[in-house]
């Protein structure tokens, strides 16, 4: 009887852990900020945020959180480019090369899976990838005004806190008052 190859998940491990360690360099070059968030933070917020949102929107949020927890991986290994640092192409193919890398460590059906999912999100067609980009720069949003809270200044901010809005059209009145209401300034008591 032939024994079954065991999966060594470790070089998967290792890359979700190494987004601990990439800072999301917008914030440092547009914003000034001296110690960002890291992508690992960025990817749990939107993660959380996803799910409530897609449970409000009866959306199979099981998928949404992966493709959440997905959509940033690859800079694990690229690194967190600042729009416009590099063109979309030569993202997108260093994106594809990074995601095929890390994936590659994980049984063939999750990386059937998983690659999936993250190329559903580079589409951006279906509802759950939609919501996935618009949470991403409302995530961006949220943070920036965070930011503020905590006395950067908001004139290095605010093009973080615009951004998200062309993003919340196709929505629910329900899930775009919900984002409106998120956005709202509100100073610490």
């Given at each position: 009887?032939?024994?079954?190859?065991?999966?060594?998940?470790?070089?998967?491990?290792?890359?979700?852990?190494?987004?601990?360690?990439?800072?999301?360099?917008?914030?440092?070059?547009?914003?000034?900020?001296?110690?960002?968030?890291?992508?690992?933070?960025?990817?749990?917020?939107?993660?959380?945020?996803?799910?409530?949102?897609?449970?409000?929107?009866?959306?199979?949020?099981?998928?949404?959180?992966?493709?959440?927890?997905?959509?940033?991986?690859?800079?694990?290994?690229?690194?967190?480019?600042?729009?416009?640092?590099?063109?979309?192409?030569?993202?997108?193919?260093?994106?594809?090369?990074?995601?095929?890398?890390?994936?590659?460590?994980?049984?063939?059906?999750?990386?059937?899976?998983?690659?999936?999912?993250?190329?559903?999100?580079?589409?951006?067609?279906?509802?759950?990838?939609?919501?996935?980009?618009?949470?991403?720069k409302l995530e961006m949003?949220?943070?920036?005004?965070?930011?503020?809270?905590?006395?950067?200044?908001?004139?290095?901010?605010?093009?973080?806190?615009?951004?998200?809005?062309?993003?919340?059209?196709?929505?629910?009145?329900?899930?775009?008052?919900?984002?409106?209401?998120?956005?709202?300034?509100?100073?610490?008591?």
């Amino acid at each position: 009887m032939g024994r079954k190859k065991k999966t060594d998940l470790t070089p998967f491990f290792q890359h979700v852990l190494r987004l601990k360690h990439v800072k999301r360099a917008g914030w440092i070059s547009r914003a000034q900020i001296s110690n960002p968030e890291s992508v690992a933070d960025h990817s749990y917020s939107v993660c959380a945020i996803s799910m409530a949102l897609s449970d409000m929107l009866g959306l199979n949020t099981e998928r949404v959180m992966k493709m959440a927890i997905l959509h940033d991986l690859p800079e694990s290994i690229i690194g967190d480019f600042v729009p416009g640092e590099v063109t979309k192409k030569k993202k997108r193919a260093e994106e594809n090369n990074a995601i095929g890398t890390i994936l590659q460590s994980i049984p063939p059906c999750l990386r059937s899976d998983y690659k999936g999912i993250w190329l559903e999100y580079l589409l951006n067609k279906t509802d759950i990838a939609r919501l996935v980009h618009t949470v991403d720069k409302l995530e961006m949003a949220l943070q920036a005004r965070q930011y503020v809270i905590e006395g950067y200044p908001e004139h290095l901010l605010a093009q973080f806190l615009d951004f998200p809005k062309k993003y919340v059209m196709d929505y629910k009145h329900e899930i775009i008052s919900q984002i409106q209401n998120a956005l709202k300034p509100r100073r610490p008591k």
